[in-house]
């Protein structure tokens, strides 16, 4: 049960670590195909923002933002794959933090055809993300279960 669990973990992970590798490869002095695909999503993202708070009052980097999530995606992969549960904690917030604004498929219609990838990469990452859940909490009944074994009586002679 160990090794397929190990297994499965870097199976998982792999997705993660391997787009943070080639993120990390095409970055380079502009950030790569990677800002440019966010940067107008973050422009977007900063109007909203600056209509509710104000003008000027919220920067967005698009470079520090493909760097950090490089670093969510690789350093949160690798953690997992040791069967840390801070590991998950990241790559849970690196989904939350993205799918939203990545899969964009609510400023389509349904008939469009961008709108059915846009759903269908937007679920899968939520399946991701229920998937990272479900490893949290099996994580944590098994720290429970050896928590209780742990605690015997002492004999009395």
Same mark, same amino acid.
């Given at each position: 049960? $160990? +090794? +397929?669990?190990?297994? $499965?973990?870097?199976? +998982?992970?792999? /997705? #993660? /670590?391997?787009? *943070?590798?080639?993120?990390?490869?095409e970055f380079g002095d502009d950030g790569g195909p990677a800002a440019k695909e966010w940067a107008p999503k973050l422009a977007l993202?900063?109007?909203? /923002?600056? $209509? *509710? /708070? $104000?003008?000027?009052?919220?920067r967005i980097d698009v470079?520090? #933002?493909?760097a950090a999530i490089i670093f969510l995606k690789s350093f949160g992969g690798i953690l997992f794959v040791l069967g840390s549960t801070f590991g998950a904690y990241l790559l849970i917030y690196y989904l939350i933090l993205t799918t939203p604004l990545l899969y964009d498929f609510y400023n389509y219609r349904p008939g469009e055809p961008r709108f059915?990838?846009?759903?269908?990469? +937007?679920?899968?990452?939520?399946?991701?993300?229920g998937a990272l859940l479900y490893f949290l909490g099996m994580k944590n009944t098994i720290l429970r279960r050896q928590h209780k074994k742990k605690t015997t009586k002492a004999k009395t002679s």
């Open positions: 049960m $160990g +090794f +397929f669990s190990f297994l $499965g973990r870097v199976l +998982f992970a792999s /997705i #993660f /670590i391997l787009s *943070a590798w080639q993120m990390f490869n993202l900063k109007k909203q /923002i600056d $209509g *509710a /708070i $104000g003008k000027n009052n919220f470079r520090t #933002f493909v059915n990838s846009l759903l269908h990469d +937007f679920l899968q990452s939520l399946a991701y993300v």
